[in-house]
């Protein structure tokens, strides 16, 4: 395992990585949703079928994204009320690669 003081310091800066890239990755989210919706506004930017497809496909990017955001966040908040870091970190990161599996699995059966 990388030195506390560097993990720390990698795990911040992977969030705050995949925290900026939530904002375009979020913004796609909400246009091709929009677009499914009111296909008659979004015409001009997507159809109705190229925004379903674009809405299936960005939704895995957008849970390993929001996930990892959320769990950094719930991992400090555990680790402030003093369980061990090594258990923590090894609940979370389980919890995170089945949920990013499950989320995989799904879209890959349609």
């Known amino acids: ?3 506390s003081k560097a993990y720390e310091k990698f795990l911040a800066k992977l969030n705050r990585i995949f925290a900026w ?3 375009p990755v979020l913004s796609i989210n909400f246009i091709s949703g929009y677009a499914i919706l009111h296909p008659r506004i979004f015409d001009w ?3 109705k079928p190229s925004a379903f ?3 299936l496909n960005i939704q895995p990017l957008t ?3 929001v996930s990892f955001h959320a769990f950094y ?3 400090i ?3 402030q009320k003093g369980f061990q870091k090594k258990y923590v970190d090894l609940f979370l990161g389980i919890c995170y690669a089945i ?3 499950g989320v995989f699995y799904l879209r890959l059966r349609g």
């Open 1 to 3: 395992m990388l030195e």
């Open 21 to 23: 890239l939530l904002i």
């Open 45 to 47: 930017i997507i159809t």
């Open 53 to 55: 497809r674009l809405h």
């Open 63 to 65: 849970i390993v994204l």
């Open 73 to 75: 966040y719930i991992r």
């Open 77 to 79: 908040r555990i680790l």
């Open 99 to 101: 949920l990013n599996f």
